[in-house]
């Protein structure tokens, strides 16, 4: 089986953009979490789909949301790009939920300048 | 408060001797996940064990070994052996219900140990 897939792998931006990142699960995976890691903060969970709906979130500012497609693929958009926003963003799938065992993709480093 | 402690940052030691990674959690459920992920240095985070928290079997697999104890609310992460390609950030992540979301559930991450293993 094809592991967690994540495009792209680099981004570099400017203050004020936009991004969107994608994350394509593991086949049959219909949970998909995504997280942000830095030096200082560390891993943080940011929200978790499951069926096209979003199930939980994370402490993050609105500038921050994601969707999931009818084939469990998932993007998040952030909005008006700050510098703290550089980070290495993960995408996990799980069968269903956290309680199941998270496979993570190579995330996307996001550089803001 | 925080849920997952790892209270060692960094730890280093030289090729072949044991090392033995902690991670204490926190949580007011009675049914819980652990679990130990590798980071290395590419970026990726890999798997390496689930337990549940009736499950308090030791659990050893090649040179990793496992110690879940739920009366000290840790789970203990040994290498035995060393070897330079075990040189990564190990976290420790917890799952439980978040009663704020209605009680689904997320991973939460201890911040991680850093270990290197000199030749």
């Known amino acids: 089986k094809a592991g967690v897939t994540q495009t792209p792998r680099y981004l570099i931006k400017t203050r004020g953009q936009q991004v969107t990142l994608s994350c394509s699960p593991i086949s049959g995976h219909r949970s998909v979490s995504w997280y942000q890691q830095t030096p200082g903060q560390g891993l943080q969970f940011l929200f978790e789909y499951f069926s096209e709906t979003q199930r939980n979130k994370g402490n993050f500012p609105g500038r921050f949301s994601g969707r999931q497609f009818s084939n469990s693929r998932s993007e998040m958009n952030v909005s008006t790009l700050e510098l703290g926003d550089s980070a290495l963003y993960l995408c996990?799938?799980?069968?269903?939920?956290?309680?199941?065992?998270?496979?993570f993709g190579p995330g996307t480093r996001l550089l803001v300048l | 408060a925080q849920k997952v402690t790892q209270a060692q940052t960094e730890i280093s030691v030289v090729e072949k001797e044991d090392v033995t990674l902690d991670c204490v959690y926190e949580?007011?459920?009675?049914?819980?996940?652990l679990f130990w992920y590798k980071q290395p240095p590419s970026g990726e985070l890999v798997f390496l064990i689930r337990?549940?928290?009736?499950?308090?079997q030791n659990e050893i697999s090649g040179r990793y070994s496992w110690n879940f104890q739920k009366s000290t609310s840790s789970f203990n992460f040994t290498i035995t052996a060393s070897q330079v390609v075990d040189s990564a950030v190990y976290f420790c992540?917890?799952?439980?219900?978040?009663?704020?979301?209605?009680?689904?559930?997320?991973?939460?991450f201890g911040k991680g140990t850093k270990l290197t293993v000199n030749p």
């Open positions: 992540a917890l799952s439980e219900r978040d009663f704020t979301q209605g009680g689904s559930e997320k991973l939460v």
């Open positions: 949580t007011r459920d009675t049914t819980y996940y």
């Open positions: 337990r549940n928290s009736f499950d308090e």
């Open positions: 996990a799938s799980s069968l269903v939920g956290a309680r199941e065992t998270q496979y």
